[in-house]
């Protein structure tokens, strides 16, 4: 009997348990949870988001400000979307971070990656809107945020400008459309051939884009970003102009910048952790010269001068040489010293073979046998012998 009375007792719960139940689902079952402001900044973004590509400016406007629209319109875009990452209000305003991915038509292979701070406040109507968007703190500007981005097409280029005329932007195409199938003719053609180059309108609006003081790059008249390994889904590479340094240049200094940094382009699927910079830099700066006339001395004038006061180098310079925070002169003869080598390779072993050994550092697996043994396979010598070599080839060419 007791037992039987127990099974009524679970039976009686049961019963109790459904009828609870069918209250519920009678009352419109269990409901979801409650929107967050992170849910409704992300809709919202959404349809940003999708009247930048449908380059549609009411409905961007309809989210908020409009100015944005107008400095990236010009911009060939395949892609455009947020992740919104967090939202905090404080009581009719509220500040988003989000990361935005975009891919340029044609030239990115995957999205661009940016972190951004958006502050969104309340409109008459209750809704959210876009009151500003800028980079998150610590993180990179994009060209846009420093004004309207113009454009120019070349046969292998694209060039992103700010405060920069069609005509100017024009140039520096023509000048990139040199460099690709130089650099093709030097290196191969086992890369994409065609180069994104960014003009700001000025250094700092440089060092805005790298995310870096100004100081960094002063004198600098250009770098190539990008992933190093060249990893088939990565973002195509941007070579970032700095017009201050860049404009004191003469004709064929303008070319060898741009041949130099389109050689990094070319050459970042074999440019790892493994290559040393005087062989990357000094790589494309061969690659730059090589159509020129330039002498050795016109090249390499502070390491000519270390050479005739007898101070020719001992060594190859370390990658701490090459810091653009770095002593000007001894940057210069970093730089010198690298080129010199690859032009030494290129003379007495074969451009071939220079290619061959570039590749084969990269592919060693550790950056402490990596030279010793490319050398050894590729040029058939040690880092020892070459050196001597280098130096010996120094004195030559520039004592």
């Not at 409009?66 to 404080?90: E, F, I, K, Q």
């Amino acid at each position: 009997m007791a037992g039987q009375r127990r099974i009524r007792a679970i039976r009686g719960v049961r019963t109790v348990t459904a009828l609870l139940l069918a209250l519920l689902v009678g009352c419109g079952g269990a409901r979801p949870p409650a929107d967050t402001a992170q849910d409704a900044v992300q809709r919202l973004l959404d349809r940003r988001a999708a009247a930048v590509l449908a380059h549609d400016v009411d409905a961007y406007a309809a989210t908020g400000e409009r100015a944005g629209y107008a400095r990236l319109r010009s911009l060939p875009l395949a892609a455009w979307s947020y992740r919104v990452t967090s939202a905090r209000r404080d009581g009719d305003t509220l500040t988003a971070e989000a990361e935005l991915s975009y891919r340029v038509d044609g030239y990115d292979r995957a999205p661009v990656t940016a972190a951004r701070t958006l502050r969104l406040a309340r409109t008459a109507a209750g809704t959210w809107a876009v009151a500003s968007e800028r980079p998150a703190p610590k993180a990179g500007a994009q060209l846009w945020d420093q004004g309207a981005v113009t454009v120019a097409r070349g046969a292998h280029s694209l060039i992103l400008g700010v405060g920069r005329t069609g005509g100017q932007l024009r140039a520096f195409a023509d000048l990139a459309d040199r460099a690709v199938p130089a650099v093709s003719a030097a290196w191969g053609e086992d890369w994409a051939r065609h180069v994104v180059v960014l003009v700001p309108g000025s250094l700092d609006g440089m060092a805005a884009l790298l995310g870096s003081p100004a100081a960094s790059y002063r004198g600098i008249a250009a770098v190539t970003t990008g992933e190093t390994g060249g990893a088939p889904r990565a973002p195509a590479d941007r070579i970032i102009v700095n017009p201050d340094a860049y404009g004191v240049l003469g004709p064929v200094g303008r070319q060898v910048v741009l041949t130099h940094e389109t050689t990094h382009v070319a050459t970042r699927a074999h440019t790892g952790p493994a290559t040393p910079l005087w062989l990357s830099e000094g790589y494309a700066d061969w690659v730059g010269y090589r159509d020129t006339d330039r002498t050795p001395a016109q090249v390499a004038p502070e390491l000519q001068q270390a050479v005739a006061e007898g101070r020719t180098p001992t060594a190859l310079p370390t990658d701490e040489d090459f810091a653009f925070t770095a002593d000007a002169t001894r940057l210069a003869r970093a730089y010198e010293s690298g080129w010199l080598a690859c032009r030494l390779i290129a003379t007495h072993w074969g451009e071939a073979r220079l290619n061959a050994f570039y590749r084969a550092v990269d592919a060693h697996p550790r950056r402490t046998d990596a030279l010793k043994e490319a050398l050894s396979s590729t040029l058939n010598t040690t880092p020892e012998a070459f050196t001597t070599t280098w130096r010996t080839y120094a004195e030559e060419q520039l004592g």
